[in-house]
């Protein structure tokens, strides 16, 4: 069973354009979510996270948004430049009832084109 | 400069083999962790450290061993016994206890001939 899901394998955008990259999650006792990015043969870099007490955080062109009600949190970039292009991952985790482990999407591969 | 490195970057084996991947950081994380990801896939927990001389099971931690005995070093050594070892392992470290990596290194691509 999947307990976090990006349904989107891939992503195309125009430079300068909004970004929205998806993710759902099924446990409701996910009460931390971070969003990673990754290029290829090179560790994920953290960008930004959200605790499950709010429902937005932004931090320069990077926001992400959290539905608890619909288990759904989707991170937007704007604008989008070409440097953005990359497999972005999400991550769930329970920090106090789950042990903290990080349950990852499968990844949004985003192109953005010039 | 803090951070993790993990060496090599990539690396040849054959079949049958033991293999050690290195992992270091020196940003004083008393947590240390193993993730391996498949083409497709997310990343996926082998074992993890919250403490030296101390270290646990992750999800898929069959065939795989770690040991830490010291803070700054988490290696994971790949068994003859992983049935599927060629992947990209990523070595991660969390100062928040209560989350199990946060910050990662830049991976080992691992190749099984």
């Known amino acids: 069973d999947q307990q976090v899901k990006q349904n989107s394998p891939s992503l195309s955008v125009q430079e300068g354009r909004i970004s929205i990259l998806n993710c759902d999650y099924t446990?409701?006792?996910?009460?931390?979510f971070l969003w990673y990015k990754k290029y290829p043969a090179e560790g994920p870099t953290f960008l930004i996270s959200i605790s499950s007490i709010k429902d937005k955080n932004e931090d320069g062109r990077f926001t992400v948004f959290l539905n608890k009600s619909a288990k759904h949190l989707s991170l937007h970039i704007v604008p989008s430049q070409p440097g953005d292009s990359a497999v972005y991952f999400c991550a769930a985790s329970g920090r106090y009832n789950q042990g903290g482990k990080l349950i990852f999407g499968q990844g949004t591969e985003l192109s953005v084109k010039p | 400069d803090g951070g993790i490195t993990q060496s090599p970057k990539y690396l040849f084996r054959k079949e049958g083999q033991n293999v050690t991947l290195s992992c270091e950081q020196n940003?004083?994380?008393?947590?240390m962790y193993w993730y391996r990801q498949d083409p497709g896939q997310g990343l996926r927990l082998i074992y993890y450290s919250q403490i030296v001389n101390d270290f646990q099971k992750g999800d898929i931690a069959e065939g795989y061993s770690v040991s830490r005995e010291k803070k700054e070093s988490f290696p994971l050594t790949v068994t003859s016994a992983q049935k599927n070892p060629t992947a990209f392992y990523l070595c991660?470290?969390?100062?928040?206890?209560?989350?199990?990596?946060?910050?990662f290194g830049p991976g080992t691509r691992l190749t099984v001939l």
């Open positions: 991660a470290s969390s100062i928040d206890p209560y989350l199990m990596g946060k910050f």
């Open positions: 446990n409701s006792m996910f009460d931390y």
């Open positions: 940003l004083n994380h008393d947590a």
